[in-house]
């Protein structure tokens, strides 16, 4: 296993665009997409979906889909619903509802010919894995057919249990308004980050958290209660790599280790030092594994 | 000054002659899934042929609600029927809309794309200024899909 600073930058070859897209999902939520793209984008690569986790937003992908697609890579990422820009819809947020979103933006954006490699974080892996173990989502032919890989970031398959008194703290006005304090925001945050990370990593995670509405907050920690989608796991024959942060304290490394292992075609990096918002503390190293994945499926 | 650029898709369960027809009818000014916000009236000539008009009344408090109106004409430039109709449109607006339909699931659903790329010109250009254009336009397109939603289904 190689240190972050061994990590190569990718190489910035192509000049950036960023387009702004909204779709609709079934039950009539508006979901807000942003597509980074090389100026010559080239199609016969995969479209690569960067999903977020709990109480954040499109926006903490903006370095990782930044430096992919500047290696020339076409990439997505989308507010969840009842997020940032994204709107609620009839359906109450569950992981199934959360995988049907995700089929929605790859059935907006690509043809069903076009292969997907789909990177999730924490509650966006969850998702992820959801629409990647189901046979039915992205119809005609199932989302096996298209998955081109998987990046499954501070994630877990099972075991997320948030008690009962987190999920109701999560909808409390009075945490709302603490965590709009900044440094009182950072330390309620601070089990959410390895112990290194950088003051700006810590801040950009507080505004995230802050600016969720608190009843999606709520709604999303609820729905990963008694979550078991390891039975589905082996369904998963795309390559996949799982990344966890030994400091992570939100999903314990286990869990990530045992996805990995139950994963058919996994492997696992296990990056010392750093907690469980990796797309933030270290958006360098999952750019880097997301463009090793794509091109070792070329 | 920035320009509006934004796409909006949805996926309708109804075959792409279904929507592409509904598309034509709603710039004919024979439907009316696109109200509150905007409201259509052809040209001698129809949008559904090449350089065929469409003048399209934006009411952004909704018609018949007190307030300015901002209008802008567009000239197709591009038909594929079934597939792609473009336009370019001067008035209030300078610019493209173009609508994109893929049939999906077996040809049974449709995504439908809409583009839009546009410059304010006159006191809209201050408008632009003073509030976000951009997430006013996708929030009344949005708002109009989902009644082109309701119309479908509801169509015999």
Not at chain 1, 126 to 139: M, Q, T
Not at chain 1, 270 to 282: F, K, N, Q
Not at chain 2, 20 to 27: G, P, R, S, T
């Amino acid at each position: 296993m190689r240190t972050i600073a061994e990590i190569p930058v990718l190489p910035a070859e192509h000049a950036v665009t960023t387009t702004d897209h909204t779709t609709t999902t079934d039950d009539h939520a508006r979901l807000a997409i942003t597509v980074h793209q090389p100026e010559t984008p080239d199609p016969t690569r995969p479209l690569v979906v960067l999903v977020h986790g709990w109480a954040a937003s499109r926006t903490v992908w903006h370095a990782t889909a930044h430096q992919l697609a500047a290696a020339g890579h076409t990439i997505a990422t989308y507010d969840q619903r009842g997020h940032a820009s994204s709107t609620v819809g009839r359906e109450p947020i569950s992981i199934a509802r959360l995988a049907r979103d995700l089929d929605t933006v790859v059935g907006t954006l690509t043809t069903a010919e076009r292969p997907v490699v789909v990177v999730g974080h924490s509650g966006g892996g969850y998702a992820a894995l959801a629409w990647a173990a189901d046979p039915d989502v992205g119809r005609p032919g199932g989302a096996g057919k298209r998955l081109a890989g998987l990046v499954l970031v501070s994630t877990a398959s099972h075991g997320q249990d948030t008690p009962a008194n987190e999920v109701k703290m999560m909808g409390s006005p009075l945490f709302s308004r603490a965590l709009r304090t900044p440094w009182l925001g950072r330390k309620l945050l601070g089990q959410t980050h390895g112990p290194r990370a950088s003051l700006e990593a810590r801040e950009a995670n507080r505004r995230l958290f802050a600016s969720t509405r608190p009843q999606t907050r709520s709604a999303c920690f609820a729905s990963s209660q008694g979550m078991d989608q390891r039975s589905g796991l082996g369904r998963i024959a795309a390559p996949a790599v799982v990344i966890t942060g030994t400091e992570d304290k939100v999903v314990k490394p286990s869990f990530s280790q045992e996805l990995a292992a139950a994963l058919p075609q996994a492997t696992l990096h296990e990056v010392p030092g750093i907690g469980h918002m990796v797309p933030l503390e270290i958006p360098r190293q999952v750019a880097h594994q997301v463009h090793q994945l794509v091109l070792a499926g070329r | 000054m920035h320009a509006i650029h934004h796409t909006d898709h949805t996926i309708l369960p109804h075959p792409t002659p279904t929507v592409w027809n509904a598309i034509l009818n709603e710039l004919n000014g024979k439907t009316t899934w696109w109200h509150p916000h905007n409201t259509h009236q052809p040209g001698p000539t129809g949008p559904h042929t090449t350089n065929g008009t469409t003048t399209t009344t934006i009411h952004p408090a909704g018609i018949g609600k007190p307030g300015p109106k901002l209008h802008f004409t567009s000239t197709t430039t591009h038909i594929t029927p079934h597939h792609t109709l473009t336009q370019t449109h001067t008035g209030h607006f300078h610019g493209t809309t173009t609508y994109t339909l893929t049939p999906t699931h077996n040809n049974t659903h449709t995504l439908l794309t809409i583009t839009f790329t546009t410059t304010p010109h006159h006191w809209p250009k201050l408008l632009h200024k003073l509030t976000n254009l951009t997430t006013k336009h996708t929030t009344a397109t949005q708002h109009a899909l989902t009644n082109l939603h309701h119309h479908l289904h509801h169509q015999p």
